[in-house]
């Protein structure tokens, strides 16, 4: 019985020797990703490692990676999630491979592991315009934080920016362009970049929060404490996650997350008559598809296909 607890210590050491030297290897992954998905990747780097270390007898290949993949779908995670996860342990084993931490055949059995099926496609979560209008409302804009939030909302919604982008937005993107004004050279997800115009509702939310905090130059948003004094040199996306939830909160709204409000800005220019591929390059997104998703315009739930088929009761039936 001792032999074989020392056999289990020893297997377990050599888990977490061999991850700590996948560690630099992890380095090299995070450091080629941008900040949203180094977020993601590091996360499910540490996933995977947590769950490889609590498993016996494993090495690390595609038959540990498997395993994984079942772990994952026992969860009943959503095939996106999945596949994000499987993707940086594959990421991470071409790194480990490339740096002489694992052989060049565990590193291609690794890669040959298969996401998950997509079945279906989930329509994800917007506002109606009323609803995007009493939350913009929402923020007391007779604060320095009101006038915060408010900016913040009017970029999402009318813009459709990320909340990284928020956060990072700068004075300098915001330009005359073609006599209008826009966010120029805006670093988006995967490094891309694009342009977007700024309606001239949303421009007079950011110069009402800039004319209030003086800010001239550098980030656009900056932290306000509870007294209302403004500084720092910028904002994290939680940030961004707070003023979404605060201002729901107070229309009644629940779980509103950051994105559904980029979400909405998307499907409100499309029932407005928006053409699918300028919605595209508002969103910045490389794939017409995502776009759709966006939008939810492959599935109406609006006069749905299945509201009148022939065979609804009579009203008089149904108040009964």
Same mark, same amino acid.
């Given at each position: 019985?001792?032999?074989? #607890?020392?056999?289990?210590?020893?297997?377990?050491?050599?888990?977490?020797? /061999?991850?700590?030297?996948?560690?630099?290897?992890?380095?090299?992954?995070?450091?080629?990703?941008?900040?949203?998905?180094?977020?993601?990747?590091?996360? $499910?780097?540490?996933?995977?490692? @947590?769950?490889?270390?609590?498993?016996?007898?494993?090495?690390?290949?595609? %038959?540990? =990676? /498997? @395993?994984?993949?079942?772990?994952?779908?026992?969860?009943?995670?959503? %095939?996106?999630?999945?596949?994000?996860?499987?993707?940086?342990?594959?990421?991470?084993?071409?790194?480990?491979?490339? %740096?002489?931490?694992?052989?060049?055949?565990?590193?291609?059995? +690794?890669?040959? =592991?298969?996401?998950?099926?997509?079945?279906?496609?989930?329509?994800?979560?917007?506002?109606?315009?009323?609803?995007?209008?009493?939350?913009?409302?929402?923020?007391?804009?007779?604060?320095?934080?009101?006038?915060?939030?408010?900016?913040?909302?009017?970029?999402?919604?009318?813009?459709?920016?990320?909340?990284?982008?928020?956060?990072?937005?700068?004075?300098?993107?915001?330009?005359?362009?073609?006599?209008?004004?826009? +966010?120029?050279?805006?670093? *988006?997800?995967?490094?891309?970049?694009?342009?977007?115009?700024?309606?001239?509702?949303?421009?007079?939310? =950011?110069?009402?929060?800039?004319?209030?905090?003086?800010?001239?130059?550098?980030?656009?948003?900056?932290?306000?404490?509870?007294?209302?004094?403004?500084?720092?040199? *910028?904002?994290?996306?939680?940030? =961004?996650?707070?003023? $979404?939830?605060?201002?729901?909160?107070?229309?009644?709204?629940?779980?509103?997350?950051?994105?559904?409000?980029?979400?909405?800005?998307?499907?409100?220019?499309?029932?407005?008559?928006?053409?699918?591929?300028?919605?595209?390059?508002?969103?910045?997104?490389?794939?017409?598809?995502?776009?759709?998703?966006?939008?939810?315009?492959?599935? @109406? /739930?609006?006069?749905?296909?299945?509201?009148?088929? *022939?065979?609804?009761?009579? #009203?008089?039936?149904?108040?009964?």
């Amino acid at each position: 019985m001792k032999s074989k #607890t020392l056999k289990g210590k020893s297997a377990s050491s050599k888990k977490a020797s /061999l991850f700590r030297d996948l560690d630099h290897a992890k380095t090299i992954v995070l450091n080629s990703l941008g900040p949203g998905s180094q977020r993601s990747y590091r996360f $499910a780097i540490d996933d995977f490692t @947590r769950w490889y270390c609590s498993e016996p007898r494993l090495a690390f290949n595609k %038959t540990a =990676v /498997l @395993r994984y993949r079942q772990e994952l779908e026992a969860r009943r995670l959503a %095939t996106s999630t999945i596949n994000l996860r499987l993707a940086a342990v594959r990421r991470l084993a071409y790194e480990a491979a490339d %740096t002489g931490l694992l052989s060049p055949e565990l590193a291609a059995g +690794i890669r040959r =592991v298969k996401g998950a099926k997509k079945v279906g496609m989930r329509l994800g979560n917007w506002l109606t315009a009323e609803e995007a209008k009493a939350l913009l409302n929402a923020a007391d804009v007779q604060t320095a934080r009101g006038k915060r939030s408010r900016a913040i909302l009017a970029l999402a919604l009318g813009c459709g920016l990320r909340g990284s982008e928020l956060a990072s937005l700068a004075i300098e993107h915001l330009q005359r362009r073609e006599d209008r004004w826009a +966010i120029l050279d805006l670093l *988006g997800k995967g490094g891309h970049i694009r342009t977007v115009p700024v309606p001239n509702w949303v421009k007079s939310a =950011v110069d009402a929060w800039t004319d209030a905090s003086g800010i001239s130059s550098g980030k656009v948003f900056r932290w306000v404490n509870k007294s209302g004094s403004i500084g720092g040199t *910028g904002i994290t996306e939680k940030v =961004v996650w707070y003023v $979404a939830r605060e201002c729901a909160a107070k229309v009644g709204i629940v779980n509103l997350a950051p994105h559904a409000l980029r979400r909405t800005c998307a499907r409100l220019c499309h029932l407005a008559g928006g053409e699918l591929e300028q919605i595209q390059f508002l969103l910045g997104h490389i794939s017409v598809q995502t776009t759709e998703r966006y939008l939810g315009c492959r599935q @109406r /739930l609006k006069n749905a296909v299945n509201d009148c088929i *022939g065979i609804e009761p009579e #009203t008089d039936h149904l108040s009964g």
